[in-house]
């Protein structure tokens, strides 16, 4: 059995989350909790969320024991971007393109 938890349109790029996500993945929960809390970057933040997230929905709506939960996958798909401009010289604009996340994790249970 697997549980799932998925934030939207987290204000954060993508790219930036998938640097930390792709240091949890296949890691126990508790190891996995302790690499996101020390671990100096903003992604690192969302994820843990999720996290936590996850593990109270494989806890509470599937009845899986804590101990034996790992993290199955953890991924930052791409949200819609925010598009907005900014003046530069002699009249011209110029793009800046806020990206959004879609934060996912899935946990299961080992044998």
């Given amino acids: 059995m697997e549980a799932r938890a998925i934030a939207k349109y987290v204000r954060i790029a993508p790219r930036k989350v998938n640097l930390v996500a792709a240091e949890i993945r296949g890691k126990n929960i508790d190891e996995a909790l302790a690499i996101l809390k020390f671990t100096p970057k903003r992604g690192a933040k969302e994820l843990e969320k999720?996290?936590?997230?996850?593990?109270?929905?494989?806890?509470?709506?599937?009845?899986?024991?804590?101990?034996?939960?790992?993290?199955?996958?953890?991924?930052?798909?791409?949200?819609?971007?925010?598009?907005?401009?900014?003046?530069?010289?002699?009249?011209?604009?110029?793009?800046?393109?806020?990206?959004?996340?879609h934060v996912g994790i899935v946990v299961a249970e080992r044998e």
């Fill in 50 to 101: 999720v996290l936590k997230s996850a593990v109270a929905n494989a806890e509470n709506n599937l009845d899986l024991d804590r101990e034996n939960l790992y993290v199955l996958q953890a991924y930052a798909n791409q949200g819609p971007t925010l598009k907005r401009w900014r003046p530069r010289s002699q009249g011209r604009a110029y793009s800046i393109l806020k990206r959004t996340s």
